[in-house]
């Protein structure tokens, strides 16, 4: 899965997030294509983002960094860690989540 912006490493951190839990992009609804933040798309998209509406959250958006396996918005919301591979998510990026999902 090709993840863009600007990365800084294979887990999907970026330069704007990139702490030990910083490890998921997020496919925006607008365009398709995963991005590990919000600033990201907006420095690499030539369009505004669009919000995943919650009739559209049991598709998978949300991408593991760490064992790439990929998640429904739903199931993403939900979790604290990555039901795949274990690996925890950053609770801080809950303050984000109106930019992401609507």
Same mark, same amino acid.
């Given at each position: *899965?090709?993840?863009? #912006?600007? +990365?800084? @490493? @294979?887990?999907?951190?970026?330069? =704007?997030?990139r ?7 997020? /496919? !925006?609804?607008? $365009? ?5 933040? &919000?600033?990201? =798309?907006?420095?690499?998209?030539? &369009?505004?983002?669009? +919000?995943?509406? +919650? ?9 593991? #960094?760490?064992? /790439?396996?990929? *998640?429904?918005?739903? @199931?993403?919301?939900?979790? +604290?860690? $990555?039901? #795949? $591979? #274990?690996?925890? !998510?950053?609770?801080? $990026?809950?303050? &984000?989540r &109106?930019?992401?999902?609507?």
């Open positions: *899965m090709r993840v863009f #912006g600007v +990365t800084v @490493d @294979d887990e999907t951190r970026c330069v =704007h997030y702490t030990e839990v910083d490890v998921i992009a997020i /496919k !925006f609804a607008c $365009c398709g294509r995963y991005y590990p933040c &919000h600033l990201c =798309h907006a420095e690499d998209a030539d &369009h505004e983002a669009q +919000t995943w509406p +919650t009739d559209q959250w049991a598709e998978p958006a949300v991408l593991c #960094g760490v064992c /790439k396996g990929e *998640m429904a918005v739903r @199931d993403y919301l939900a979790a +604290t860690s $990555c039901p #795949g $591979c #274990g690996a925890r !998510f950053n609770e801080r $990026c809950a303050a &984000h &109106h930019l992401y999902f609507g």
